[in-house]
């Protein structure tokens, strides 16, 4: 029998409380010390299954080190605002699969730019203890203005009179991604480590590593399963 709809709002009601919550340890500081390593974090549906992978790289050469993947059914389906609840549990399992502890997570996703301050890259933050922002191909909320079309261009991105994010160019005439920060670095901080992770693409290599990973892992699953 499917859930009644008075449940599944007192459900959605228990996880608002707890991101209400959890946005309180979030920490906006300025990184503590520069990264020797960031991992870039993705996830992807193969069926009834999620697929979380975690790439390391080296910060100064922008090299791959080594990638984890973890594959289990997620706790509940998508339910925009509370994407953390069902990628980030996988996320986390592969962050800590990793032979080395990373000091920086890019997170396919918001960090403090989400309704109740809390996005995925919060979450991860939180839980892992390390710094992380959220670098996401669209909005979740908040204005701005566009910003110029040079690589390095960035406006606010606004909510209730608040800096939540911003809007980052990260090549030359090339769509704009959405950047905040989610655990132990400042916004500007964000800003940077982005700018310094694009290697000629949109998004960040450790990123955009995460996402080949989880598409290639979802491809093999499903051919398996047509086997």
């Known amino acids: ?69 973890v594959i289990e059914p997620p706790p ?9 609840f069902r ?25 403090i730019a989400h309704p109740r301050r809390c996005g995925l890259a919060c979450h991860l933050g939180v839980e892992l203890g390390l710094p992380a922002l959220g670098c996401a191909k669209s909005r979740l909320i908040g204005r701005y203005a566009e910003p110029a079309a040079e690589r390095g261009a960035h406006t606010p991105l ?18 704009p991604v959405f950047v905040s920060p989610g655990h132990l670095l400042t ?13 000629g693409f949109r998004l960040p290599e450790p990123q955009r590593a995460a996402d080949r990973h989880a598409a290639a892992c979802k491809r093999r699953l499903l051919a398996e399963a047509d086997v």
């Open 187 to 199: 916004l500007d901080d964000a800003i940077a480590l982005v700018l310094r992770t694009t290697a």
């Open 1 to 69: 029998m499917p859930p009644r709809t008075d449940d599944m709002l007192l459900d959605l009601e228990k996880l608002r409380q707890q991101q209400v919550a959890l946005a309180r340890q979030v920490r906006l500081v300025a990184l503590a010390r520069p990264p020797a390593t960031v991992a870039g974090v993705d996830a992807a549906m193969a069926g009834e299954r999620i697929v979380a992978v975690a790439v390391l790289y080296d910060f100064v050469t922008l090299t791959p080190l080594e990638a984890a993947c």
């Open 87 to 111: 990628e980030g549990p996988a996320l986390a399992a592969a962050v800590r699969r990793l032979t080395r502890r990373p000091d920086l997570l890019i997170v396919d996703g918001q960090g």
């Open 76 to 84: 509940l389906p998508y339910i925009p605002g509370f994407l953390a």
């Open 158 to 175: 606004m909510h209730l009179d608040a800096t939540i994010g911003a809007v980052v160019r990260t090549r030359n005439g090339v769509k």
